[in-house]
C-alpha cells in the first residue's frame, strides 16, 4: 500500500493501533495535539514538530529569522490548543552543507525572538549534518492544571463552535509568494510586489500562537469542551474534533470570519475564498467548542466568532451555505504524505 492511500492521520493510527501505555504518569498518548504526563497536581504537555525544506518551507522566499520564529511559534500554538502554557523547548537540527554559521545564528535568532516574547526556555537539542536541505525539529514541553486540560474528544449535542482570529489569509500569503516566486525566475533585478498584501505575507511568514485567547477564555470562566489548532484547515480540523467526540457538526458559511486582504487576493487569483478558507491551513488560529450558555460570554470576546454548533453524529459534519444548501465537510486541508500526482 503507497503510504499516500493513507495520508498521515492514516499512517499514524495504522502505527500506534493496539499501542497501549503501561507508566502511571501517561494520561494521554498518541492522539491530540500534545501527549499528556501527570505531575501531581499539574500536567506535563509534550509535542513535536518536524519542518523539512522543500515539503514545510521554501527559502526561496522564507527569510532564516522568520522561519526560526514559526518553527517554534507551531509548538506553542499545539500547547495553548491544549489550554496549557508553554514552559521549554529543545531544537534538534539537519544542516547541509552549503549552510553557513552566520545561517544558522540567523535561523536560532528567530527562535530566540519566539521564546522571548512567549516567555519560553530554549534547554537543548541536537544537530547533524543534512544530505538535502535543512530539518528542523522542535520538542516543545508545557503545563496545565490537571483540571483544565482541552482535548478534541469533549465535543456534545448542542456545544457551539468557535473560532479566532480570520481564516484563509496564510493560505493567500502561500499562493502571492509562490506567483512572485515564479515571476522572477531568471531576473536578477526582480523586486516582489506585496503592496496592500502585507498582512497575507506575514500570515504566512510570522504566525502567532494564540495565547492571548487561552488567556481571554480563563479570564471569563470559560473551559472549552473540545480544542484544537488550525494548521491543517478549518474543515480537517473540525472532522477531527467531531470524530473524537463521536459528534456531527453544522457550521455556516456565512460566519467564516475572512479578512479582506484574503477576499481581495483570491478573487485576483480566480481562487473559491471559502474553499481557501476551509482547507488552506498554517493559520493557527484556535477552534474550540463551548457550551450553549456560554454564547454570551464567548462572544463577548474580542476576536472570537461563533461560527456553528455541534450535532449527533447521525447528522455527519456539514457547511450550511448562504443559500441554505448543506454540503458535506471533506478533509481537503494540508497532509504532507501526499505523493505528487494527489496534489
Known amino acids: 500500500m503507497e503510504i499516500s492511500e493513507l495520508g498521515e492521520f492514516g499512517l499514524i493510527d495504522r502505527l500506534t493501533a493496539g499501542l497501549n501505555t503501561v507508566n502511571p504518569s501517561t494520561i494521554r498518548g498518541v492522539g491530540d495535539d500534545c501527549a499528556v504526563l501527570r505531575n501531581h497536581d499539574t500536567d506535563i504537555l509534550v509535542t513535536t514538530d518536524l519542518l ?8 526561496t522566499y522564507v527569510p532564516l529569522k522568520h522561519l526560526g520564529y514559526k518553527s517554534a511559534i507551531v509548538n506553542f500554538s499545539d500547547v495553548y490548543a491544549m489550554n496549557g502554557t508553554p514552559k521549554q523547548i529543545t531544537v534538534s537540527l539537519g544542516i547541509s552543507a552549503r549552510f553557513t554559521v552566520e545561517h544558522i545564528a540567523e535561523l536560532f535568532s528567530g527562535i530566540r525572538l519566539a521564546c522571548e516574547i512567549y516567555g519560553v526556555d530554549l534547554v537543548g537539542g541536537d544537530t547533524t549534518s543534512s544530505r538535502q536541505g535543512l530539518v528542523i525539529s522542535i520538542t516543545c514541553i508545557g503545563e496545565a492544571p490537571s483540571d483544565r486540560i482541552v482535548t478534541r474528544g469533549g465535543a456534545a449535542d448542542t456545544d457551539l463552535i468557535c473560532v479566532s482570529g480570520d481564516l484563509g489569509a496564510a493560505y493567500m500569503g502561500l499562493q502571492l509568494l509562490e506567483r512572485e516566486k515564479v515571476a522572477s525566475a531568471g531576473r536578477k533585478d526582480f523586486v516582489p510586489s506585496f503592496d496592500g498584501k502585507e498582512y497575507l505575507v506575514e500570515r504566512q511568514l510570522k504566525p502567532e500562537a ?19 489548532d488550525i494548521s491543517d484547515g478549518l474543515s480537517s480540523e473540525l472532522l477531527h474534533i467531531c470524530k473524537a467526540s463521536d459528534a456531527g457538526c453544522r457550521v455556516y458559511e456565512d460566519r467564516i470570519p475572512i479578512d479582506y486582504q484574503t477576499a481581495v487576493m483570491a478573487e485576483e487569483l480566480g481562487m473559491n ?7 488552506g491551513g498554517e493559520d493557527y488560529e484556535l477552534l474550540f467548542t463551548v457550551p450553549l450558555h456560554a454564547h454570551d460570554a464567548v462572544s463577548a470576546i474580542p476576536g472570537v466568532k461563533v461560527i456553528g454548533h455541534i450535532t449527533k453524529p447521525s447528522l455527519g459534519c456539514a457547511m450550511i451555505t448562504r443559500d441554505g444548501a448543506e454540503i458535506p465537510l471533506r478533509a481537503q486541508g494540508w497532509n504532507p504524505l501526499k505523493g505528487e500526482t494527489d496534489k
Open 273 to 279: 475564498l471559502v474553499t481557501a478558507a476551509l482547507n
Open 210 to 228: 494564540r495565547r492571548d485567547i487561552v488567556e481571554a477564555l480563563a479570564k471569563a470562566g470559560i473551559v472549552p469542551t473540545a480544542m484544537m
Open 52 to 59: 523539512l525544506e522543500g515539503v514545510h518551507f521554501d527559502l
